[in-house]
């Protein structure tokens, strides 16, 4: 009988971390595993695979949100408990969530391998103790980035780091895709919290009138909507809700930007910028946290705060001004991307479920 690899993840959704899971998984099953997975009855990335809820629902209301959280990590400890078998070897906990299953591993007697994204999470007080439990309670901890490596909160953890890569679809169909911008077009992919940048991104769309700005947000048709409303946009502007498929999004466009605060929010690694990555787009990031090791300045394009638009607007006009300054970035981008390929996650994820 093959080894199991039970898997968890609190929210599917079409965010990076359950993308990430999605490769993961797949390794698994190439390697020979028989794998299960727990996560939220919801559409994402791990919609395509068998699985068993984790009894989650997020709702409007923060304080039901939380209640549901810490509910349905009682009812999954208590699911696992009954439902203990030897050859579940391996429990691999994607994001510091679902700590029941965390705890729960340890005292069954598995192998935890917990997958950290996160640097830290809001409130502070459930962040310290989320991260007391990766700590306590783990065999092994992968984590996406040297930046998250440094996590003071992982000190006495061991820790690996595993960069992400995009998942074999988008790889087959990035290759098969053909790139097509009919004008300069700067693309951003986030949601719509205010530490992400949208207000910036519909700022720098304002201030260059002749190029053409599309923002892809994580969020429904209905909030999507309404932030519309709420604005006033220029015409060069255009802003869609969720979209599973985002190839075309990527093949139109000339550069990507990732405008997250980092004095409020510092992303780990940054996927949607290996996205572009592999449409030999140069990116425009933060100059704090993981995304920074995906950009060198002058390379495959610039490290540059959100709270810097006129250095950004300089970039892009230059970029815009001259085709042969974009190219060479550009160029950079299709080299750069061959440290995060698929052979070398599958490699390392390999390694790790067989030591």
């Given amino acids: 009988m093959p080894q199991k690899i039970v898997f968890f993840h609190l929210l599917n959704n079409f965010t990076g971390s359950p993308q990430i899971l ?22 994402g990335f791990l919609s395509d695979l068998e699985t ?58 598995k192998r935890v391998i917990t997958h950290v994204h996160e640097y830290e999470i809001s409130p502070k007080l459930l962040s ?39 998942t074999k679809e988008f790889e087959t169909k990035a290759k098969n895709t053909t790139k097509n911008p009919k004008a300069f077009e ?32 994580s969020d429904d048709k209905r909030e999507v909507d309404r932030f519309i409303a709420n604005e006033s946009l220029p015409v060069n502007i255009q802003i869609f809700p969720v979209n599973r498929d985002v190839h075309s ?34 990116a425009i990031v933060p100059r704090v946290g993981g995304i920074t090791e995906l950009v060198k300045d002058g390379v495959n394009g610039y490290q540059i705060n959100y709270n810097e638009l006129s250095e950004i607007v300089s970039e892009i006009n230059k970029m815009v001004a001259e085709p042969t300054y974009w190219k060479k970035l550009s160029e950079g981008a299709a080299i750069e991307r061959r440290g995060f390929s698929r052979t070398i996650f599958e490699s390392k994820i390999s390694k790790l479920f067989r030591p």
């Fill in 128 to 166: 310290n103790f989320l991260f007391w439990v990766v700590r306590t309670f783990s065999s092994e901890v992968i984590v996406v980035s040297r930046f998250l490596q440094t996590n003071p909160k992982l000190r006495g953890a061991k820790v690996q780091v595993i960069y992400n890569c995009v």
């Fill in 186 to 217: 700067v693309l951003m992919l986030a949601s719509l919290r205010p530490y992400k940048g949208i207000s910036e991104f519909v700022t720098l769309s304002k201030q260059m009138p002749a190029v053409n700005f599309t923002l892809v947000l």
């Fill in 52 to 109: 068993e809820t984790n009894f989650y629902r997020r709702s409007e209301h923060k304080i039901l949100t939380l209640f549901s959280f810490f509910f349905s990590q009682f009812l999954l400890s208590i699911k696992l408990l009954v439902k203990n078998k030897r050859a579940d070897g391996i429990y691999y906990i994607n994001t510091i969530l679902p700590f029941g299953a965390i705890i729960m591993g340890r005292l069954l007697g």
């Fill in 249 to 282: 999004f990527y093949a139109n466009a000339s550069l990507i930007l990732n405008l997250a605060h980092p004095d409020k929010w510092v992303e780990t690694f940054g996927m949607t910028i290996l996205e572009g990555m592999h449409y030999d787009l140069p």
């Fill in 22 to 43: 999605s490769s993961v998984i797949n390794t698994a099953k190439q390697d020979g595993f028989e794998v299960k997975l727990y996560t939220s009855n919801t559409e």
